[in-house]
């Protein structure tokens, strides 16, 4: 399994070839709390890292998820329409959101497991 | 309220952060959301057995006095003076355009009336209070006593009472003297404890031992409520907004709706009588996407409204709202659209509670 590599938005990113899967980090799902639905982006849209295009609903609020890379929405995960608890209970397993088809490098702003750490207590 | 102004906190400041609080500002107060169980499981559980809340931030007083109870009801259409030694019931505060200033409970205690209104409001209540009060009636208010919401199907058997749904008395609960109503904020039965500030850790704790007792915060307080159809004073209740708007008609005394000598009568009589053009009703959304408080309703593509209160509820295992609609659209069953992030999720008003109320009748 490759390493995970982290937005500061908090999502992590998972390179296989030039596919890159997509969730929210352990950290957000713990700070956004029993998440209740989740709103995916629609198979084959076009979109560019920084973009707003999911949306994640807790009991108490909804939060945007933002695609960390540029690229082509080519699998989203279905099984949290049913189940979005997933997203809490296996954030970098069976919660993944999306899957997109890299256009070009990964941003080089994404950080490594240490430096989104670091990142995170600079949060308070 | 902003980051640089000093937070208040409560008697119970220090036990929150044992228990892993996550403290937020509220109303000028630094209040526990959530602690590490989460809203869901806080909320589920309340509903299961019994949930500890610390609701010391809101306004207590005490109206002492000839006189009190009719003093008060120039200021809300409640039935002050029917009610009973030992009794409480809920009311609203009104301004002269027949908007809702706060809605608040008071209670008899024989010599004295006692009230709780929301910590949000209290600076306004009670100077607005104060100014109507004859010589003789003194409102005094208890910034030294904490309040402390046990609430669940378990309560009745952990602190057994006299007391029925709306009694009010001074018990005693592990040799602390204080003052219950069985009365609460969730829909479940329950007790609200007024007790001295210095004594409210020590019976918090005592509560906390008692089998099956777990602390909730105010995100699960908010989440309870929204199932039992409760107004959230600031989101479904503000000065813009009568009595009848808001479905309180039943707060309105009989012999008050005779009388009509409460400030804003004139408006209220007038909403009463030739209809109003908004109400609020309960709305279902289908599916499961949440509607937040400030979502536009429309029907057949016109806004007709908008949501007040909205999220996910746990216990119904579905998103449930308030909202403010048309008089024509409020029946139920209505379909409605609910513009949530520019697209339309439709909805239905439905009945409230979407929860069934368990109150010890």
Redesign the interface.
């Known amino acids: 399994m490759t390493e995970l590599l982290f937005s500061k938005d908090h999502e992590w990113v998972r390179l296989e070839g030039d596919v890159a899967t997509i969730g929210i980090t352990d950290h957000a799902q713990n700070a956004l ?2 998440v ?2 989740v ?1 995916l982006p629609e198979m084959g849209r076009v979109v560019t890292a920084g973009e707003a295009i999911a ?1 994640v ?6 939060s945007d998820v933002y695609a960390p890379v540029t690229g082509r929405i080519v699998e989203v995960n279905s099984a949290l329409v049913d189940d ?1 608890a997933l997203i809490n209970t296996e954030p970098t397993g069976g919660g993944w959101f999306f899957k997109i088809e890299l256009d070009g490098a990964l941003p080089e702003d994404l950080l490594d497991a240490d430096a989104y750490t670091a990142f995170v207590d600079t949060l308070g | 309220m902003t980051d640089s102004e000093v937070l208040l906190n409560t008697p119970l400041d220090a036990l929150h952060r044992e228990l892993g609080g996550r403290m937020v500002p509220f109303a000028g107060y630094s209040m526990p959301v959530q602690y590490p169980a989460g809203i869901m499981a806080e909320h589920l559980h309340c509903r299961a057995q019994a949930a500890l809340f610390d609701v010391s931030h809101m306004g207590q007083a005490e109206l002492v006095g000839e006189g009190a109870a009719a003093a008060l009801e120039k200021l809300t259409p409640a039935d002050v003076q029917a009610l009973k030694p030992g009794r409480q019931r809920y009311g609203l505060l009104l301004n002269a355009a027949g908007g809702i200033v706060d809605d608040f409970m008071v209670a008899n205690l024989g010599d004295r009336l006692f009230l709780v209104v929301n910590a949000s409001r209290k600076h306004i209540d009670l100077p607005l209070i104060e100014s109507v009060l004859p010589s003789g009636v003194t409102l005094k208010p208890l910034p030294d006593r904490a309040l402390i919401a046990l609430q669940g199907p378990g309560v009745a058997a952990l602190v057994p009472t006299q007391l029925t749904f709306m009694g009010i008395g001074e018990i005693e609960i592990a040799g602390i003297k204080v003052l219950a109503s069985r009365s609460g904020y969730t829909g479940e039965d329950g007790l609200e404890i007024s007790v001295p500030a210095d004594k409210a850790e020590a019976l918090a704790r005592a509560l906390l031992a008692l089998p099956g007792v777990r602390p909730a915060g105010l995100g699960a307080r908010d989440s309870l409520r929204l199932e039992a159809g409760l107004c959230l004073y600031g989101n479904d209740l503000d000065e813009t907004t009568s009595p009848v708007e808001a479905a309180l008609t039943w707060s309105m005394g009989k012999r008050r709706r005779m009388e009509w000598n409460f400030v804003g009568a004139d408006v209220v009589r007038d909403h009463l009588d030739n209809g109003v053009k908004r109400l609020r009703v309960g709305i279902r959304p289908e599916g499961r996407q949440p509607a937040r408080g400030h979502t536009v309703i429309q029907k057949e593509g016109a806004a007709i409204g908008e949501i007040t209160s909205g999220g996910f509820g746990p216990s119904v295992g579905a998103p449930v709202a308030m909202g403010y609609v048309a008089r024509e659209a409020a029946g139920d069953g209505t379909a409605l659209d609910l513009i949530v992030r520019d697209k339309a999720l439709p909805a239905k008003v439905a009945p409230m509670p979407f929860q069934p109320h368990r109150y010890a009748r």
Do not use: I, L, N
């Open positions: 709390g029993d209740v639905f709103d949306v609903e807790s009991v108490k609020a909804a979005p």
